[in-house]
């Protein structure tokens, strides 16, 4: 199983999201190619409801303290109610161009 499949796996688990999008964006940092370091991450639950975003993303952290702890170095996060997802058309931003390493 690759790490973007355990990432979804976990987050499907913990959190029955309406939405969930996981996209290794490695390829866009000065990592070796086929890495699975950088991810970006748009989940949208009901369990955010009147959760502060901090909340949110401690709940994510927790949820993938075995990917954080083995190799994956950075999660761009989106977290979601449903009301927050729709009310933006059902999008969310995508990922600035790295700028650090060997990439500035």
Known sequence: MTMQQQIEQ????????????????????????????????????????GRPLIQRHRAVNA???SELAGG???LALHTMTPE???AKGGAAPQSPPCLGGGKG
């Open 10 to 49: 976990h987050l499907r688990d913990a959190f029955s999201p309406l939405h969930l999008e996981v996209q290794n964006e490695s390829h866009m940092h000065d990592v070796p190619e086929g890495s699975e370091s950088h991810f970006r991450v748009v989940l949208v639950t009901e369990q955010f409801d």
């Open 63 to 65: 949820a993938l303290s």
């Open 72 to 74: 994956v170095h950075a």
């Open 84 to 86: 927050e997802w729709f």
